[in-house]
């Protein structure tokens, strides 16, 4: 079935650096969606892109959408310790009725 | 207060039993979602719902029952045919505009264990 692909599973940064995660899907997405878990937590929606070649800020975080709908990033600039957490990228299913397909997240580990 | 209430946030049971996890919601969602999350995994969809009394299979429906006889309510039964339920069972919500995706608000989610 599809499947979007997320990279890397995790990354291990120092508080102060930058940090970034990307999805891939093998077709063409409606829209991206991006949520963030913390530990022990439940996913909560960050943001949702649906134009081609969009990008959107949040204040340290950028997201991206590839102009061809297949790919997403997220980055932190200047990562803190409340940044700790899962992020994961949820794309949707054209024609689908609202379904998303998870991609496996990025679990941001700060250094101590 | 609005949002998701799922419990209990465990659960224990013995192999070979039904148990049935709740899902309450008083956001005014038409939408509902039950999925499981497994370690390094993303969420796979196990059933869905966008109005009362219609549910649809998502990807790993096999072994799970679910119905939605009220728009606030869509519990999930893990039945005995399921062949590996120990994880972390999350329930969602969300409006339903037009032909959009919107944001799924989650519930703090029921961690099940079978033993």
């Known amino acids: 079935g599809q499947q979007v692909m997320q990279i890397p599973q995790y990354q291990h940064v120092q508080e102060g650096e930058d940090f970034t995660t990307y999805c891939n899907s093998s077709t063409t997405l409606s829209n991206i969606q991006w949520y963030k878990q913390r530990p022990g937590g439940h996913p909560v929606f960050l943001i949702q892109l649906v134009k081609s070649g969009e990008v959107k800020k949040q204040k340290r975080l950028t997201f991206q959408f590839g102009e061809a709908k297949k790919n997403s990033s997220l980055h932190i600039t200047a990562t803190q310790t409340t940044d700790v957490g899962t992020y994961f990228c949820?794309?949707?299913?054209?024609?689908?009725?609202?379904?998303?397909?998870w991609g496996a997240g990025t679990k941001l580990i700060i250094k101590p | 207060d609005g949002g998701i209430t799922q419990s209990p946030k465990y659960l224990f049971r013995k192999e070979g039993q039904n148990v049935t996890l709740s899902c309450e919601q008083n956001?005014?969602?038409?939408?509902m979602y039950w999925y499981r999350q497994d370690p390094g995994q993303g969420l796979r969809l196990i059933y869905y719902s966008q109005i009362v009394n219609d549910f649809q299979k998502g990807d790993i429906a096999e072994g799970y029952s679910v119905s939605r006889e009220k728009k606030e309510s869509f519990p999930l039964t893990v039945t005995s045919a399921q062949k590996n339920p120990t994880a972390f069972y999350l329930c969602?919500?969300?409006?339903?505009?037009?032909?959009?995706?919107?944001?799924?608000?989650f519930g703090p989610g029921t961690r099940l264990t079978v033993l």
């Open positions: 956001l005014n969602h038409d939408a």
């Open positions: 949820a794309g949707g299913k054209p024609g689908s009725n609202y379904q998303l397909i």
């Open positions: 969602a919500s969300s409006i339903i505009i037009g032909s959009s995706y919107n944001e799924q608000f």
